[in-house]
Every structure is written in C-alpha cells, then in structure tokens.
C-alpha cells in the first residue's frame, strides 16, 4: 500500500485525471482518510485517491467543479505533461509562474479575444518590449490549447496579433569595440575578465554558456568545440589568433576556472545554479564597463550579435552562418539576412564569369575537332 503526501496526490490526480487542485481539495480529499504525521504533514491512500476518481458519482458531483477550472490550472497541467522536461525548463518556469500571477486566476470557459487582447494592451502600457509581450502570450495560448486538448474548453480564442522587428540586432562598430576593450583595461583587476571573454565571444560567436563548458581539450589545431549547444549538438568554430591567445589565458585563469568549476556537474539543478552565477557576475561587470566606455544601450551578448553579423556582412553563406552559431532553428538565422550584400551587380559578374567559361570549353572543343 502506497500512501501520497499532499503535493504527491496532486500530482498524481493531475497527470490521471487532468484535475485541479481546488477539485482534490473540494471533491476527492473529503472521501479519503488523512493520516496525520505531524501538523504539516498528511498522507492519503494511493488506492483511495483511484477509487475516489473512478466513482462515478465523483463525475457528477464534480461538474460544477469542472466550469471553474481555470488558466492556472491549464498552465500548470502543460508544464507537468510538456515544459518541466524540455531543455530551459528552468526559464519556462519562470514564465509559467509569471503568467500564472497575471493570468491565473481567469475562468477558463470565460476566456476570450477580448480578455487576452485586453491583457496584451495592459502589458504594453506597463512598458515591457514586445519580443517579452510576445512570450507571454505564446506560453497562455498554449496552455489554452492543452485545456482544449482536454476538453476543459470548446474553442481556443485568436491569439492577437504581436509585431516583433527581428530584422535588426544591435551589434558593435569597431570604434565601439574599441572604446569598451579601452574600458576594460581601466577598470583594473575587474575589466581583466571581461576584456578575455569579450574578445573570445566577438570572434566566435559564443554564447556565454557556450564558453563556460569549454575545457583546455576542447581547443585543437583548428578551432574550439563548443559542446552541448543551445541547439543541442556540439560545433567546431575555427579560431582567430586574437581569439585564441584570449581563450588560452582565460582557461588558465584561477577566477574563471572557480567559477565554471561545476558546469559539468553530474547533478543538471547544480549545473543551472553555476551558469546563472557565471551569468549574473558577467552581466553585472559588463555594465561597469559600458558604463566607462559611455556605449550605453548595449549588453554583453551583443558581442555574439556583432560576430554574426560581421560573418554575414562579409558574404558568408546563411547555412554555414547558422552552423557557426550553432541556431537551431534557421529562422534565428534570416534576422541577419538583412545585412548580408545586396547588390544585384554580384549575380551579372557571376553568369559573365560562367559565360565566359563556357565559350572557352566550346572553343577548345571546336579546336580539337579541326585538328582531327
């Protein structure tokens, strides 16, 4: 015989049943013997619980139940059956729990265009950006979909529309560059780090958590292996002689090794813990520099945006661009396109080229068969 503390039965009534809390507490917790262990502590009979959802008057008894289940309730069934085992679950939660205090408390079958639309402009005037508007909605109108999924609800109301600009990413010009490696080198022992990471991060493209699982084996003749990416698989970014003085010293040194020290860590929470830490230390230095260098709508990611950007200004191919920063998806790759050259004249001297190729092939073939 199994017996569930209280989170533990909640858990399993939902992911067997699709049920809320508020019907555990209102509609099966009556029917079952609580054991009292301490004042806080209260275990309930695994069988008991099945029994109490298979009864049917439980259906019946629970319907009126049923029409107050709310946007918590679907957020919360989405993040047990979906979000908590993806790669970010840790930021998912973050969201889930930030719609939930908005959001939350919604009746489901109450839930229209007009409250959401209502809720996107109430966002807007409170400021935030729409790339964070934008996330917000597209994480209530998923756990919409599931509560529809379940029957919860009939229909999934429109989502409104959201314009996000992604045509353009903010990146470093060379006398920015400059002015902030300047900095880095007035702020002393404090700018030391930075000035490293800094210029690994502008000549490879890497992410923070990228550098941070780098290890001295990880760097070979011709490049760095960035390993277990965003995208999930590990990339071989050739190395420029800046970016590998820079590496070598950063590997080296005993601040950063203390601070990546457990990035590898068997247990993935710890591993979380670390590169949140490294993160934080990082953005908070690099605003001591900007703040020096006086370039002030910028942060320390924009670094990888100035390497891409370079990469495609300079002509590379899009897929090989995607490769080198290891997106996942090749739409993140298009937000550069718009800087890649546009001049049409390129594709005249490229047929010109081939044209002319062409009659050199004819002509030597008209050659070889005069002189036979």
Same mark, same amino acid.
Request: glycine fraction near 4%; proline fraction near 2%; charged fraction near 35%.
């Given at each position: 015989?199994?017996?569930?503390?209280?989170?533990?039965a909640?858990?399993?009534?939902?992911?067997?049943?699709?049920? #809320?809390?508020?019907?555990?507490?209102?509609?099966?917790?009556?029917?079952?013997?609580?054991?009292?262990?301490? =004042?806080?502590?209260?275990?309930?009979?695994?069988?008991?619980?099945?029994?109490a959802?298979? =009864?049917?008057?439980f259906?019946?008894?629970?319907?009126? $139940?049923?029409?107050?289940?709310?946007?918590?309730?679907?957020?919360?069934?989405?993040?047990?059956?979906?979000?908590c085992?993806?790669?970010?679950?840790?930021?998912?939660?973050? *969201?889930?729990?930030?719609?939930?205090?908005e959001?939350?408390d919604?009746?489901?079958?109450?839930?229209?265009?007009?409250?959401?639309?209502?809720w996107?402009?109430?966002?807007?005037?409170?400021? *935030?950006?729409?790339?964070?508007?934008?996330?917000?909605?597209?994480?209530?109108?998923?756990?919409? +979909?599931?509560?529809?999924?379940?029957?919860?609800i009939?229909?999934?109301?429109?989502?409104?529309s959201?314009?996000?600009?992604?045509?353009?990413?903010?990146?470093?010009?060379?006398?920015?560059?400059?002015?902030? !490696?300047?900095?880095?080198?007035?702020?002393g =022992? +404090?700018?030391?780090?930075?000035? $490293?990471?800094?210029k690994?991060?502008?000549?490879?493209?890497?992410?923070?958590?990228?550098l941070?699982?780098?290890?001295?084996?990880?760097?070979?003749?011709?490049?760095?292996?960035f390993?277990?990416?965003?995208?999930?698989?590990?990339t071989?970014?050739?190395?420029?002689a800046?970016?590998?003085?820079?590496?070598?010293?950063?590997? +080296?040194?005993?601040?950063?090794?203390?601070?990546?020290? =457990?990035?590898?860590h068997?247990?993935?929470?710890?591993?979380?813990?670390?590169?949140?830490?490294?993160?934080?230390?990082?953005?908070?230095?690099?605003?001591?520099?900007?703040?020096?260098?006086?370039v002030?709508?910028?942060? !320390?990611h924009?670094?990888?945006?100035?390497?891409?950007?370079?990469?495609?200004?300079?002509?590379?191919? *899009?897929?090989?661009?995607?490769?080198?920063?290891?997106?996942?998806?090749?739409?993140?790759?298009?937000?550069?396109?718009?800087?890649?050259?546009?001049?049409?004249?390129?594709?005249? #001297?490229? *047929?010109?080229?081939d044209?002319?190729e #062409?009659?050199?092939?004819?002509?030597f073939?008209?050659?070889?068969?005069?002189?036979?």
């Amino acid at each position: 015989m199994r017996y569930l503390s209280h989170s533990e039965a909640l858990k399993f009534v939902q992911r067997e049943a699709g049920l #809320s809390r508020e019907i555990f507490d209102l509609n099966i917790r009556p029917r079952l013997i609580e054991r009292k262990y301490s =004042d806080r502590v209260t275990r309930f009979d695994q069988v008991a619980i099945e029994a109490a959802i298979a =009864d049917p008057s439980f259906e019946e008894g629970s319907e009126m $139940l049923l029409r107050r289940r709310t946007v918590a309730d679907a957020l919360e069934h989405t993040w047990e059956t979906e979000w908590c085992r993806q790669k970010g679950a840790k930021t998912q939660r973050n *969201l889930v729990d930030q719609v939930k205090r908005e959001t939350g408390d919604w009746v489901l079958k109450k839930v229209d265009y007009n409250r959401i639309e209502k809720w996107v402009l109430e966002l807007r005037q409170r400021g *935030l950006a729409e790339a964070t508007i934008a996330r917000r909605l597209t994480c209530l109108m998923r756990a919409l +979909r599931m509560a529809k999924i379940k029957d919860w609800i009939s229909v999934v109301p429109e989502k409104p529309s959201i314009s996000i600009d992604n045509t353009r990413e903010r990146y470093l010009t060379r006398a920015e560059e400059k002015a902030l !490696l300047d900095a880095c080198d007035r702020l002393g =022992d +404090r700018g030391r780090i930075m000035k $490293l990471v800094m210029k690994v991060m502008l000549d490879t493209g890497a992410r923070i958590s990228d550098l941070a699982k780098v290890r001295s084996h990880d760097i070979t003749d011709d490049g760095v292996i960035f390993r277990d990416r965003k995208n999930a698989t590990n990339t071989k970014v050739p190395l420029t002689a800046r970016a590998r003085e820079a590496l070598d010293r950063l590997l +080296r040194d005993e601040w950063w090794q203390s601070w990546t020290a =457990d990035v590898h860590h068997p247990n993935k929470a710890t591993r979380d813990t670390e590169l949140k830490n490294l993160k934080d230390r990082l953005t908070h230095d690099f605003r001591l520099v900007r703040d020096e260098a006086q370039v002030k709508d910028v942060v !320390l990611h924009v670094c990888r945006h100035t390497c891409i950007s370079r990469l495609v200004q300079a002509g590379m191919d *899009l897929v090989k661009v995607q490769q080198w920063a290891g997106h996942k998806d090749f739409r993140m790759t298009l937000r550069y396109a718009h800087l890649a050259p546009t001049s049409l004249s390129v594709g005249k #001297s490229i *047929l010109e080229r081939d044209l002319q190729e #062409s009659d050199n092939v004819l002509d030597f073939d008209k050659r070889r068969i005069t002189d036979g």
